[in-house]
C-alpha cells in the first residue's frame, strides 16, 4: 500500500493546482443553467439539478417530520424503504434489492464489519444535520448496486439552541428508556470588526449526550420433519440494548479561507438477555435449553476537517481514526432431556481499528460541478475465542485500501447535463488462522460512470445512468471459522461459517427514468433499471456431523430487472390541509441466474416486489397535532441456491403509525407504535440428500407491536 498513499498525495496536489488556476466560472462560461447552491448539497426540492440521481434532506425538512428515529426519517424518501426486522432493528432496502446492496455511511465512513457508530434504529433525528440519498451509482462513492445513503450528523454553529428528548419504550410488558441531550452555540467571541467590514464567524461547538435503551427479541415457532421424524421448537427471546453516547464537535475558521471541524463520538453499549427453546420430537423426550449472552462493546472514533477555499473551487480533507473493543459471551445449558445438566461456552473477543484519510476537490464559482479525489484506509481485526470442546482460535486480519475517483460535469443541449465519473481501488486482504494460515488477496476495482440529466420543458425530465460497481466480499465472511448458532441448531437457525475463497461480485447497472415536478415541492418518478451480475454472492446451506451450517459463497451469473415508481406529493386533493405529505415507493423485480447450479431459479434471497406508503402531518413549531402512518409490504423471496437446496420466505406487510401535538413555547409529545399488524416472518427451507433423505423446515418469527412515548422540547 506504499504505492497508492504516494500516488494519492500526487494526485491531490496535481488536482489542487488545477482547480486554484480555475476562474469563477469554472470552465463553465455561457452556459445557461439553473443556478444551485453547491457549496453544500442539493436540498430535496432540487431534485431536478442534481448532477447524479441524488436527493438531499436537510436540516429544515427533517425538523418538519416530527420523526422519531432515523429510520422514520427514511420512510419519507424516494427509493428507501425501511421496515423493522423480527428482533426490533430496521433493514434499510434501495431499489427493492436485498439489504447487503444497499451502502450506509456515517459521515461519508462506513464500517467495515456493518456495524455502524450508533444505532440508527434509534438514533434521534436531533442528531442529524442532513441525509444524502445517492440513487444511482457515482464516482464519489463506492459501488452499491441497490444505491448509498450518507447520514450526515449535526454540525457545530453559532445559534444557541437546546435540545431535551425522554423516551419510553415498552414491548411483551417491559420498559426501557431514553434520554438525548445537546447543545449548540458560539463558542468564542468574535474580534471587533474595524469599520466598514463584516465581523468574523466566532467558533462554535456541538455537544450531544444520551443514554439509549431497547428491548428486543422475538417469538419463533418451527416444524422441522426429516428421515428421523418430526420435531417441534418453540422458542422465547428477550434482550436488552444499552447505548451510552458523548458526541462533542468543534468549528471555526482558521483564516479567511480555511474552515477546521474537529469531531469524536465515545460510545459504549451492552447487549444481554436469554434465549429459551423447547423441542420436542415424534415419541421423544422433549428437550429444553437456555441460551445466556452478554456482550459489550466500547467505541472510540476522532476525526478532523479542514477545508480551504480557491477561486472558483475548495479542498475538503478529512482525517479519521476509529478503534473498538468487543467482548461477547455465551454459555448454553440443557435443562431437560437425555442430556440435561450439559453446557457450552463460547467466549468471543474482537479488536477493530481504522485510519482513513481521504480528500475532495470541487468547483464552487459555476452550476457545473466538478469533483476529483483520494481515499487511503487501513482497518485491522483481532479476534480470539474460546469455545467448549474446539482448541481455542486466534486469527487477524488487515484490510489496505486505496482509492483514486474523478467525476466531471457538462452541459447538454440547452439546460441538460451530462456527468461522467471514474473511480478506482486497489483493495488488499490479508488473513490469518489456524486452519489455512496467512491468505493473502488483491482485489482491483474500477468503476466508471456516466449519467445524464435532460429537462423536457419545464415541468418534465429524462435521466439515464450507466455504471459498474465492485461488492466486495466482508471480511468477517473470508475468515475461516464457525459460528455456533444460538439456541437449537436446525435448518432455519445453522452455524455460520467463512468461506475464504469468496470472490467480489461485479455489476453493470443500467438506470433510466423520467421526473415530473408536482406543484412546488412534490415530485414523482419512474425507473426502468437493469443489473447484470457476476459471482453473485448468496447463501449455501448444507449439514455435516448432524450440524446445520450456512456459508456466504459465489452461486453464479445472474440478470435483475426492475420498475421503481416514487412519489412525494401534498393532499390537497383530498381536501386535507396543504401540510398534509405522501409519501409513496414501489418497485416491481425480477431476477434469474445465468449460470452455476441454479442457473434459471431466481437470485437467492431477492423479493419480488418492495413497497412504501407514508402519510403523514409534519410538526409545527407553532402548536397543533401531527402524525402520520408507514405501511411497508416486502414480497416473496426464493432461497434456491442449488439443486436440493430450495426455500422461500413469504411475504410481509407491517404497519406504523404514529401521532402527537406541540404545545407553543414548551415543547412536544408523541407516541408511536410499530407492528401494529403483528405480521411475522415466515421461512420455509427443504434439503434433499441423496443419502439421508429429505429434510423439510418451516418457522415463524414473531414480533409483539412496540409502543413508544415521547416528550421534548427545543429553545
Same mark, same amino acid.
Given at each position: 500500500m506504499?504505492?497508492?498513499?504516494?500516488?494519492?498525495?500526487?494526485?491531490?496536489?496535481?488536482?489542487?493546482?488545477?482547480?486554484?488556476?480555475?476562474?469563477?466560472?469554472?470552465?463553465?462560461?455561457?452556459?445557461?443553467?439553473?443556478?444551485?447552491?453547491?457549496?453544500?448539497?442539493?436540498?430535496?426540492?432540487d431534485?431536478?439539478?442534481?448532477?447524479?440521481?441524488m436527493?438531499?434532506?436537510?436540516r429544515?425538512?427533517?425538523?418538519?417530520?416530527?420523526?422519531?428515529?432515523?429510520?422514520?426519517?427514511?420512510?419519507?424518501?424516494?427509493?428507501?424503504?425501511?421496515?423493522?426486522?423480527?428482533?426490533?432493528?430496521?433493514?434499510?432496502?434501495?431499489?427493492?434489492?436485498?439489504?447487503?446492496?444497499?451502502?450506509?455511511?456515517?459521515?461519508?465512513?462506513?464500517?467495515?464489519?456493518?456495524?455502524?457508530?450508533?444505532?440508527?434504529?434509534?438514533?434521534?433525528?436531533?442528531?442529524?444535520?442532513?441525509?444524502?440519498?445517492v440513487?444511482?451509482?457515482?464516482?464519489?462513492?463506492?459501488?452499491?448496486?441497490?444505491?448509498?445513503?450518507?447520514?450526515?450528523?449535526?454540525?457545530?454553529?453559532?445559534?444557541?439552541?437546546?435540545?431535551l428528548?425522554?423516551?419510553?419504550?415498552?414491548?411483551?410488558?417491559?420498559?426501557?428508556?431514553?434520554?438525548?441531550?445537546?447543545?449548540?452555540?458560539?463558542?468564542?467571541?468574535?474580534?471587533?470588526?474595524?469599520?466598514?467590514?463584516?465581523?468574523?464567524?466566532?467558533?462554535?461547538?456541538?455537544?450531544?449526550?444520551?443514554?439509549t435503551?431497547?428491548?428486543?427479541?422475538?417469538?419463533?415457532?418451527?416444524?422441522?420433519?426429516?428421515?428421523?421424524?418430526?420435531?417441534v421448537?418453540?422458542?422465547?427471546?428477550?434482550?436488552?440494548?444499552?447505548?451510552?453516547?458523548?458526541?462533542?464537535?468543534?468549528?471555526?475558521?482558521?483564516?479567511?479561507?480555511?474552515q477546521?471541524?474537529?469531531?469524536?463520538?465515545?460510545?459504549?453499549?451492552?447487549?444481554?438477555?436469554?434465549?429459551?427453546?423447547a423441542?420436542?420430537?415424534?415419541?421423544?423426550?422433549?428437550?429444553?435449553?437456555?441460551?445466556?449472552?452478554?456482550?459489550?462493546?466500547?467505541?472510540?472514533?476522532?476525526?478532523?476537517d479542514?477545508?480551504?477555499?480557491?477561486?472558483?473551487?475548495?479542498?475538503?480533507?478529512?482525517?479519521?481514526?476509529?478503534?473498538?473493543?468487543?467482548?461477547l459471551?455465551?454459555?448454553?445449558?440443557?435443562?431437560?432431556?437425555?442430556?440435561?445438566?450439559?453446557g457450552?461456552?463460547?467466549?468471543?473477543?474482537?479488536?477493530?481499528?481504522?485510519?482513513n484519510?481521504?480528500?475532495?476537490?470541487?468547483t464552487?464559482?459555476?452550476?457545473?460541478?466538478?469533483?476529483?479525489?483520494?481515499?487511503?484506509?487501513?482497518?485491522?481485526?483481532?479476534?480470539?475465542?474460546?469455545?467448549?470442546?474446539?482448541?481455542?482460535?486466534?486469527?487477524?486480519?488487515?484490510?489496505?485500501?486505496?482509492?483514486?475517483?474523478?467525476?466531471?460535469?457538462?452541459?447538454?443541449?440547452?439546460?441538460?447535463?451530462?456527468?461522467?465519473?471514474?473511480?478506482?481501488?486497489?483493495?488488499?486482504?490479508?488473513?490469518?488462522?489456524?486452519?489455512?494460515?496467512?491468505?493473502?488477496r488483491h482485489?482491483?476495482?474500477?468503476?466508471?460512470?456516466?449519467?445524464l440529466?435532460?429537462?423536457?420543458?419545464?415541468?418534465?425530465?429524462?435521466?439515464?445512468?450507466?455504471? /459498474?460497481? %465492485?461488492?466486495?466480499?466482508? &471480511?468477517?465472511?473470508? #475468515?475461516? *471459522?464457525?459460528n455456533?448458532?444460538? @439456541?437449537?441448531? $436446525? +435448518?432455519?437457525?445453522?452455524?455460520?461459517?467463512?468461506?475464504?475463497?469468496?470472490?467480489?461480485?461485479?455489476?453493470?447497472?443500467?438506470?433510466?427514468?423520467?421526473e415530473?415536478?408536482?406543484?412546488?415541492?412534490?415530485?414523482?418518478?419512474?425507473?426502468?433499471?437493469?443489473?447484470?451480475?457476476?459471482?453473485?454472492?448468496?447463501?449455501?446451506?448444507?449439514?455435516?456431523?448432524?450440524?446445520?451450517?450456512?456459508?456466504?459463497?459465489?452461486?453464479?451469473?445472474?440478470?435483475?430487472?426492475?420498475?421503481?415508481?416514487d412519489?412525494?406529493?401534498?393532499?390537497?386533493?383530498?381536501?386535507?390541509?396543504r401540510?398534509?405529505?405522501?409519501?409513496?415507493?414501489?418497485?416491481?423485480?425480477?431476477?434469474?441466474?445465468?449460470?452455476?447450479?441454479?442457473?434459471?431459479?431466481?437470485?437467492?434471497?431477492?423479493? /419480488?416486489? %418492495?413497497?412504501?406508503?407514508? &402519510?403523514?402531518?409534519? #410538526?409545527? *413549531?407553532?402548536?397543533?397535532?401531527? @402524525?402520520?402512518? $408507514? +405501511?411497508?409490504?416486502?414480497?416473496?423471496?426464493?432461497?434456491?441456491?442449488?439443486?436440493g437446496?430450495?426455500?422461500?420466505?413469504?411475504?410481509?406487510?407491517?404497519?406504523?403509525?404514529?401521532?402527537?401535538?406541540?404545545?407553543?413555547?414548551?415543547?412536544y409529545?408523541?407516541?408511536?407504535l410499530?407492528?401494529i399488524?403483528?405480521?411475522?416472518?415466515?421461512?420455509?427451507?427443504?434439503?434433499?440428500?441423496?443419502?439421508?433423505?429429505?429434510?423439510?423446515?418451516?418457522?415463524?418469527?414473531?414480533?409483539t407491536?412496540?409502543?413508544?412515548?415521547?416528550?421534548?422540547?427545543?429553545?
Amino acid at each position: 500500500m506504499g504505492h497508492p498513499w504516494r500516488v494519492g498525495a500526487l494526485v491531490l496536489a496535481t488536482l489542487g493546482t488545477a482547480q486554484a488556476q480555475q476562474g469563477p466560472d469554472g470552465g463553465g462560461e455561457g452556459v445557461q443553467l439553473e443556478q444551485v447552491d453547491v457549496t453544500g448539497r442539493r436540498a430535496l426540492q432540487d431534485r431536478f439539478f442534481a448532477p447524479g440521481s441524488m436527493v438531499v434532506l436537510d436540516r429544515r425538512d427533517i425538523e418538519k417530520l416530527g420523526a422519531f428515529s432515523i429510520a422514520d426519517v427514511l420512510r419519507q424518501l424516494p427509493g428507501v424503504v425501511a421496515t423493522t426486522n423480527a428482533d426490533g432493528s430496521v433493514e434499510i432496502r434501495m431499489r427493492g434489492m436485498e439489504r447487503s446492496a444497499t451502502q450506509i455511511l456515517v459521515d461519508g465512513q462506513r464500517q467495515a464489519t456493518g456495524r455502524g457508530q450508533l444505532a440508527l434504529d434509534q438514533l434521534p433525528p436531533e442528531m442529524v444535520e442532513r441525509i444524502e440519498v445517492v440513487r444511482s451509482p457515482s464516482a464519489e462513492f463506492s459501488g452499491a448496486t441497490g444505491g448509498t445513503i450518507n447520514i450526515v450528523l449535526r454540525q457545530a454553529t453559532v445559534r444557541r439552541e437546546t435540545t431535551l428528548r425522554v423516551t419510553d419504550n415498552t414491548v411483551w410488558g417491559r420498559h426501557a428508556a431514553q434520554i438525548h441531550f445537546s447543545r449548540t452555540g458560539p463558542l468564542t467571541s468574535p474580534p471587533p470588526a474595524p469599520a466598514g467590514e463584516p465581523a468574523e464567524s466566532p467558533w462554535a461547538y456541538f455537544l450531544a449526550a444520551s443514554s439509549t435503551g431497547v428491548v428486543l427479541g422475538s417469538d419463533s415457532h418451527s416444524r422441522v420433519d426429516g428421515p428421523a421424524g418430526t420435531t417441534v421448537s418453540d422458542g422465547v427471546s428477550r434482550y436488552r440494548r444499552q447505548e451510552y453516547a458523548l458526541i462533542p464537535r468543534v468549528s471555526g475558521k482558521l483564516g479567511p479561507r480555511d474552515q477546521l471541524r474537529l469531531a469524536a463520538v465515545l460510545n459504549r453499549s451492552t447487549f444481554g438477555g436469554t434465549l429459551g427453546t423447547a423441542s420436542e420430537a415424534a415419541g421423544g423426550t422433549p428437550v429444553g435449553t437456555l441460551d445466556r449472552q452478554d456482550q459489550m462493546r466500547h467505541f472510540a472514533h476522532f476525526a478532523m476537517d479542514w477545508t480551504h477555499g480557491f477561486d472558483g473551487s475548495k479542498v475538503e480533507t478529512s482525517v479519521m481514526r476509529n478503534g473498538s473493543r468487543e467482548h461477547l459471551g455465551r454459555l448454553g445449558s440443557v435443562l431437560t432431556g437425555a442430556s440435561a445438566g450439559t453446557g457450552s461456552l463460547f467466549d468471543d473477543r474482537r479488536r477493530e481499528d481504522v485510519v482513513n484519510l481521504k480528500s475532495k476537490v470541487s468547483t464552487t464559482g459555476s452550476p457545473l460541478l466538478r469533483m476529483g479525489g483520494f481515499e487511503l484506509e487501513r482497518w485491522t481485526l483481532g479476534i480470539d475465542t474460546a469455545r467448549t470442546g474446539v482448541d481455542p482460535f486466534r486469527a487477524n486480519a488487515r484490510l489496505e485500501r486505496g482509492v483514486l475517483w474523478a467525476q466531471d460535469e457538462w452541459a447538454w443541449g440547452e439546460r441538460g447535463t451530462l456527468t461522467a465519473g471514474l473511480r478506482g481501488e486497489s483493495i488488499r486482504i490479508t488473513t490469518s488462522g489456524p486452519t489455512l494460515g496467512t491468505v493473502e488477496r488483491h482485489i482491483p476495482v474500477v468503476q466508471p460512470s456516466v449519467h445524464l440529466r435532460q429537462p423536457l420543458g419545464t415541468t418534465w425530465q429524462y435521466r439515464a445512468n450507466l455504471a /459498474r460497481t %465492485t461488492r466486495n466480499p466482508r &471480511v468477517w465472511d473470508l #475468515i475461516d *471459522r464457525t459460528n455456533p448458532s444460538a @439456541g437449537t441448531n $436446525t +435448518l432455519l437457525n445453522p452455524d455460520s461459517v467463512g468461506n475464504p475463497a469468496l470472490r467480489p461480485e461485479t455489476t453493470w447497472a443500467l438506470d433510466t427514468g423520467v421526473e415530473r415536478r408536482l406543484g412546488d415541492e412534490g415530485q414523482a418518478g419512474g425507473n426502468l433499471f437493469v443489473r447484470r451480475v457476476q459471482d453473485a454472492i448468496g447463501t449455501l446451506v448444507s449439514q455435516a456431523g448432524g450440524r446445520w451450517f450456512e456459508q456466504r459463497t459465489n452461486v453464479g451469473d445472474a440478470m435483475v430487472t426492475g420498475l421503481e415508481f416514487d412519489a412525494r406529493t401534498g393532499l390537497t386533493w383530498l381536501g386535507l390541509p396543504r401540510d398534509w405529505t405522501l409519501n409513496a415507493n414501489f418497485s416491481l423485480l425480477h431476477s434469474r441466474m445465468t449460470s452455476g447450479a441454479n442457473e434459471g431459479q431466481r437470485i437467492p434471497g431477492q423479493p /419480488r416486489y %418492495t413497497g412504501s406508503l407514508n &402519510v403523514a402531518k409534519p #410538526i409545527r *413549531r407553532s402548536g397543533g397535532l401531527f @402524525g402520520g402512518f $408507514t +405501511l411497508n409490504v416486502t414480497g416473496a423471496a426464493d432461497l434456491n441456491t442449488s439443486p436440493g437446496r430450495t426455500g422461500r420466505d413469504r411475504p410481509r406487510t407491517t404497519l406504523d403509525v404514529h401521532f402527537g401535538g406541540v404545545v407553543a413555547g414548551l415543547g412536544y409529545w408523541r407516541v408511536g407504535l410499530q407492528n401494529i399488524t403483528d405480521a411475522p416472518y415466515r421461512r420455509t427451507r427443504r434439503y434433499d440428500d441423496p443419502v439421508a433423505g429429505t429434510t423439510t423446515s418451516e418457522g415463524d418469527l414473531l414480533l409483539t407491536p412496540r409502543a413508544y412515548l415521547t416528550m421534548g422540547t427545543q429553545f
